[in-house]
C-alpha cells in the first residue's frame, strides 16, 4: 500500500484546524474539564449542526456522511491537536464503530442515525476491574461492573460487552449506577458503571461478539493513536515556539545543544509515529489482512511517542512546564493517561509479535 492526503484531506484538515482552534483554545478547555460533564450539549449538537463530525465515517444509509476511517483519524488528530473536550471519540470512534461492526440493519437504521446528527451521545464499555465476576446477561438482563468507560457517566446510550454477545443499554436505564472517576486527565472522563439486572437489547448475533469486538478494538486502537500524534505535535510545536523567544546569557534557549537534541528527538518520534498512525487508517479503509498488527503498532508507536514529546516540552520549558498557570502539563496529562488506555506500548507489541508469529 503506498500512502498520502489528497488535496481534499489537506483543505478538509486545514478548515477543520482553524474551526477547532476557535472552538477549542486552553481558556475553554480548562473552563469544561472543571465541569461534571466534561462538555456542554448545547456546544456539542452545534458542533455537529455546523461541522458533522460525527457523522464523517457513518455510512449515507444510516444518515452519515459516508467517509472512511482516513477522515475520521484526521478529526481526531485535530481534536487531540486541541484537546476538545466533547464525547467525539467515545460516540464516533467506539460505539458507532461497535454498531456498524456488529449490528443488524434494522439496528444500524434506527440506533446509528442519533449518532450521526449528534442528538445522541454513545459510549463502549468492556473493561472489568480486576477480581470481580464478569458482566453477564440472562434473557436481557445485565449484572456486573464496567470500569474506565470513556464517557459512562453521561452517554445516553451504552454498548455492553456481556459474555460473548453486545448489548444496547439506555444511559437513564432501571438498574444502571453511574460513577465518575477521579483521574489524572480531567480533559477526559472516566467511569465506572454497575448494573444490576439492567434491560439491554442485543446487537448482532447471540454470543456472536467476539470477531466483531475484536475489529472494533482494532479500529480504536487507530483512532486513538492518531489522536495522540495530533496532540504530541501540538506539544511539540508549542514547545520549540517557547524556545525561540526565552531568552538566556543574551540568547535564545533554541540555540542551546541540549535544547536542539530535544527538539530534533522529538520531531523524529512523532514523525514516525505518525507514519505508523495514518499508514494504519489508511489499512482499515483497505481491509488490509495486517490491520491488527498494524493497529498495534500504531498504538505503540504513538504511546512511546506521545509520552517522550510531552517530557521533552516539559524540559524545555524550565520550572514553568509543570506549574498550573501554564498550558503544558495539560497535554502532559493527556499523553500519559492515552499511553495506558486501551493497551500500553509493550502489550501492543506483543500483540503485534504475536499476529506476525502466527502468520
Known amino acids: 500500500m503506498r500512502f498520502s492526503f489528497s488535496a481534499e484531506q489537506d483543505e478538509f484538515r486545514a478548515t477543520l484546524r482553524r474551526a477547532l482552534e476557535a472552538r477549542s483554545p486552553t481558556k ?21 449542526q455546523e461541522l458533522a463530525l460525527t457523522a464523517v ?3 449515507e444509509a ?13 478529526v481526531l488528530e485535530e481534536m487531540g491537536r486541541n484537546l476538545l473536550c466533547a464525547p467525539f471519540f467515545s460516540t464516533a470512534a467506539m460505539a ?29 464499555a468492556f473493561d472489568e476491574p480486576p ?36 448489548y444496547t443499554v439506555d444511559g437513564k436505564a432501571a438498574g444502571l449506577e453511574r460513577q465518575l472517576l477521579k483521574t489524572m486527565d480531567e480533559t477526559r472522563k ?46 511539540r510545536q508549542d514547545s520549540l515556539d517557547y524556545v525561540k523567544m526565552r531568552m538566556q546569557f543574551g540568547r535564545s534557549i533554541a540555540s542551546f545543544q541540549a535544547t ?23 489499512a482499515i479503509d483497505e481491509n488490509d489482512e495486517e490491520l491488527p498488527a498494524l493497529a498495534s503498532l500504531a498504538k505503540a508507536a504513538a504511546s512511546d511517542a506521545s509520552v517522550q514529546t510531552a517530557v521533552h516540552a516539559i524540559q524545555m520549558h524550565g520550572g514553568i512546564g509543570f506549574t498550573w498557570d501554564n498550558d503544558t502539563h495539560l497535554w502532559f496529562k493527556r499523553a500519559k493517561s492515552s499511553e495506558i488506555l486501551f493497551g500500553d506500548a509493550n502489550q501492543h507489541r506483543e500483540k503485534m509479535m504475536q499476529h506476525w508469529s502466527a502468520s
Open 260 to 282: 536542539k537534541h530535544k527538539a530534533a528527538d522529538s520531531l523524529i518520534d512523532v514523525e514516525l509515529a505518525k507514519s505508523a498512525a495514518y499508514y494504519a487508517a489508511a
Open 57 to 59: 465515517a457513518i455510512p
Open 96 to 124: 458507532a464503530t461497535a454498531i456498524l461492526n456488529a449490528g443488524t440493519e434494522e439496528q444500524k437504521t434506527a440506533l446509528l442515525p442519533g449518532l450521526a446528527d449528534g442528538s445522541v451521545t454513545a459510549t463502549l
Open 62 to 74: 444510516y444518515g452519515g456522511s459516508g467517509f472512511g476511517f482516513s477522515e475520521l483519524c484526521i
Open 190 to 235: 472516566l467511569a465506572k458503571l454497575t448494573f444490576t439486572n439492567v434491560e439491554g437489547k442485543l446487537l448482532g448475533k447471540e454470543g456472536g461478539a467476539a470477531a466483531p469486538f475484536a475489529k472494533t478494538m482494532q479500529q480504536i486502537y487507530v483512532c486513538l493513536a492518531n489522536e495522540m500524534v495530533g496532540a504530541a505535535e501540538r506539544l
Open 131 to 166: 477480581g470481580v465476576a464478569p458482566t453477564v446477561a440472562k434473557g436481557g438482563k445485565i449484572t456486573g461492573t464496567k470500569s474506565y468507560v470513556l464517557d459512562g457517566h453521561t452517554a445516553d446510550l451504552i454498548v455492553v460487552l456481556a459474555g460473548t454477545s453486545l
Open 28 to 48: 475553554e478547555v480548562r473552563r469544561l474539564m472543571a465541569t461534571e460533564a466534561g462538555f456542554e450539549r448545547e456546544g456539542w449538537k452545534r458542533l455537529n
